[in-house]
């Protein structure tokens, strides 16, 4: 398809979603005040969002529910803005930083597996906290990962990531 004008620009930045793994510990600093999270099922591929309280026709299938969630940060090894998908394990950890009145805004993390399997348990650690100049707003992360998520399932296409 061709245009003689640009399409106007989405409502939410595209960010590469980054998941640990085991040959690699993942360093960040958190660009937004808070993460987002919905329950989900790993189905055709991709992870797909789940109805949860409702059961979705994952949950009918029998197709094991597991609660992620994503923090927009700023890489470390990409040196660019990211999506760090993190377990409910490291929300746990964050909810301790989340009682303050920054969030999580800066706030330095190390996320590493703690075996040489890519599916072992995630581990958080954080350290101090970094000034950060542009924030990345709960709203756009939010609407992004709903994209996301809605692509994965089949809803957009060509959007899947």
Known sequence: MYFTKAPPTSSAPSYKIVVCKAAQPL???S???????TMT???GGHTVACDYPKPCEACNRNIRREF???IAAE??????RVIVQITHSCCLELARHLAKPRG??????KLQRATASDTSMLQISTFG??????PVAAETLENTMRRVLAANAGNEPNQAA
Not at 31 to 37: A, S
Not at 104 to 109: E, S, T, V
Not at 129 to 134: A, G, Y
């Open 104 to 109: 999580i805004l800066g706030l330095k993390i």
């Open 27 to 29: 360093l960040f600093v």
């Open 75 to 80: 890489s470390v090894e990409f040196g660019t």
């Open 68 to 70: 992620k969630s994503w």
């Open 129 to 134: 906290f970094e000034e950060v100049t542009h």
């Open 31 to 37: 660009v937004c005040d808070q993460y987002v999270g």
């Open 41 to 43: 099922h790993w189905w």
